[in-house]
């Protein structure tokens, strides 16, 4: 029993965008060949998204599924399609059981969440490729091509893990935590 | 031979609006925003199917039945009114979803803790529920009519339960806005209210349509909807009114919230927004006092149809216009998207549309609806 999480370092961050590419061209490759674009986000087929203030003091974030503890789209799901994997406290989506109602793409206060234009369901991150090499015991897509080690992933009860030892040596900050999702999406301001 | 015509040319109309909702569902295409057109189509005829069986039937509970029975000459009109009403909500429903077949699939893995599995569970509850209702209804008459007298704490007991399966059907369907947090403007607790009072116009508009058009050579029964679905539209408009300036005075003091209410009072829907203000608050309450006033047919069908128009706008706002405006993670960061109704979403909403008019009147030609109407075929059909 594991529970993973990932760590978003804003302060290395170079946004090279290497984690977005990485992201759509395994995950979604067929619609990066076919020039299918994410329609939620305006931008490629992709589970990470760009949120930019370029207003006052400019900030970039690159962010996907917080992997909430207290999963806002696991709640509203009708028919239990989007759940928590237990071995893995990651949040998943069993495709058997969607019903395409996105109310879960509704619910996500963080917007990590996109419907496929070409199967009419929602996506998320993590992707099927990434999935697997997550099972296969190597890091996600994203977290292994950013050249410049802003992205973390790993098990939070571990207290050994690399991502552990970061949030316990740095100063990190959770998104909307007021809300209550407990979020396993650790970010450290730059 | 006029019946048998009536009846061919209402299946034909059903049958096209069918059609239509598959061609829809063939074209539909994904937007920016998650629940489009279709979210408040459904919603329009649900509150309508509750709203007509509450404010016709729910009155009995407390003995009032009209000054001399006029209500109960409506009952069954209002049953079968809003049992056909739910229908093509669920159609638009399915068709909404990107597998309509795996349906069924809210009933086999029903999460409690979300507000649209019960939504299946309390449509289909009422839904149940007012065709029991109806089918006793009819059988009670029959049997009365014959000289057998039926026991009224059945009728009791069956417009209880239907009230209260009605009322937790609108307020759960509030709730499936109201628990979401992403958009605040959802978030807040005049939406049940709201909702209810929504509910209460459009069945109130509904029924005084419906019964003006099937009970049009009764003189007793058609002034007695004029002037009490009449004075229905004016006391919920009010309230509405009241209501909606709630909601927007006190998302005034919330910047998320009032990102949304400012889109409507002076954005991009504002058009929409006060064109549907005058018509629901100004015109179509005045036409309803005028309907009340002098018992007049002609002005309740007028203010009826201008209370559905602007019953459904007001849906369509609350529903489509927080998805469009919302901030983002980071502070000051506001997300603006854009909503254009796709042609798939236009062709099931109108095959929607043309499956509720035809079931409609399809049950005014089998069914025996009207006080001195009997079932001469298979206990229920005329």
Redesign the interface.
């Known amino acids: 029993m594991v529970r993973y999480g990932f760590l978003y370092d804003e302060s290395k961050c170079i946004a090279c965008l290497a984690c977005v590419v990485a992201c759509s061209t395994n995950n979604y490759e067929d619609h990066m060949s076919e020039n299918i674009p994410n ?2 986000w ?1 931008t490629l087929a992709t589970n990470i998204r760009v ?3 370029d ?2 003091r400019p ?1 970039q ?1 690159l ?1 996907s599924c917080q992997q909430c503890e207290r999963a ?1 789209c696991v ?7 989007s759940y928590i994997n237990k071995s893995t406290g990651l949040v998943e989506i069993n495709y058997e ?7 879960c ?7 990590a969440r996109w ?3 070409i ?3 929602p996506m998320k991150c993590m992707g099927e490729a990434c999935k697997a090499r997550v099972e296969k015991g190597e890091q996600p897509f994203c977290v292994a091509v950013c050249p410049a080690e802003a992205r973390l992933f790993g098990d939070l009860d571990d207290p050994n893990s690399e991502i552990s030892k970061k949030i316990a040596s740095t100063k990190t900050t959770r ?2 935590e007021a ?1 209550g999702t407990e979020p396993k999406f650790y970010i450290v301001r730059g | 031979m006029r019946r048998s015509f009536a009846i061919i040319s209402v299946l034909v109309v059903l049958i096209l609006g069918v059609i239509l909702g598959a061609i829809g569902l063939s074209k539909k295409e994904v937007g920016e925003v998650s629940w489009g057109i279709l979210v408040p189509g459904y919603m329009f005829f649900a509150m309508t199917a509750a709203g007509a069986a509450l404010v016709t039937l729910a009155p009995s509970l407390f003995g009032y039945e009209g000054s001399s029975g006029e209500l109960k000459s409506l009952r069954k009109l209002a049953l079968w009114f809003a049992a056909g009403t739910l229908i093509p909500s669920w159609f638009l429903i399915l068709l909404d979803l990107s597998r309509p077949a795996k349906f069924v699939d809210i009933f086999i893995g029903f999460n409690p803790s979300s507000r649209i599995a019960w939504m299946a569970a309390l449509y289909s509850m009422t839904f149940v529920v007012l065709i029991i209702e109806l089918l006793y209804a009819i059988i009670k008459e029959e049997r009365t009519a014959e000289g057998l007298t039926g026991k009224s704490a059945w009728v009791i007991t069956l417009t209880l339960i239907g009230t209260v399966v009605e009322l937790m059907l609108i307020s759960n369907l509030s709730q499936v806005f109201g628990v979401i947090q992403t958009f605040p403007a959802w978030h807040g607790a005049y939406l049940v209210p709201i909702f209810i009072v929504t509910s209460f116009m459009l069945g109130a508009s509904g029924m005084g349509i419906f019964v003006v058009l099937s009970m049009k050579n009764r003189e007793k029964e058609t002034k007695f909807a004029a002037s009490y679905y009449g004075k229905m539209i004016i006391s919920s408009s009010l309230v509405l009114a009241l209501l909606l300036f709630w909601a927007m005075l006190s998302a005034y003091f919330d910047p998320e919230a009032w990102a949304s209410f400012s889109q409507m009072l002076k954005g991009s829907y504002s058009a929409m927004f006060w064109c549907a203000g005058v018509l629901g608050f100004l015109i179509s309450p005045t036409v309803a006092g005028i309907a009340v006033r002098r018992k007049n047919t002609t002005a309740i069908v007028a203010s009826s149809i201008m209370s559905l128009l602007f019953g459904f706008t007001i849906l369509y706002l609350i529903v489509v216009v927080p998805q469009t405006v919302y901030f983002d993670v980071l502070a000051g960061v506001v997300n603006e998207r854009v909503y254009s109704i796709g042609a798939g979403e236009l062709l099931i909403a109108v095959g929607g549309l043309l499956i509720w008019l035809s079931l409609i009147s399809l049950g005014y030609l089998l069914l025996p609806l009207l006080p001195e109407e009997r079932a001469k075929k298979l206990l229920i059909f005329k």
């Open positions: 329609p939620y305006g949120v930019l203030k207003q006052g900030e974030l962010l806002p709640e509203v799901c009708p028919t239990g399609a059981k969607c019903i395409g109602c996105k109310a793409v509704t619910a996500c206060p963080y917007n419907v496929d234009p199967k009419m369901l998104l909307k809300l």
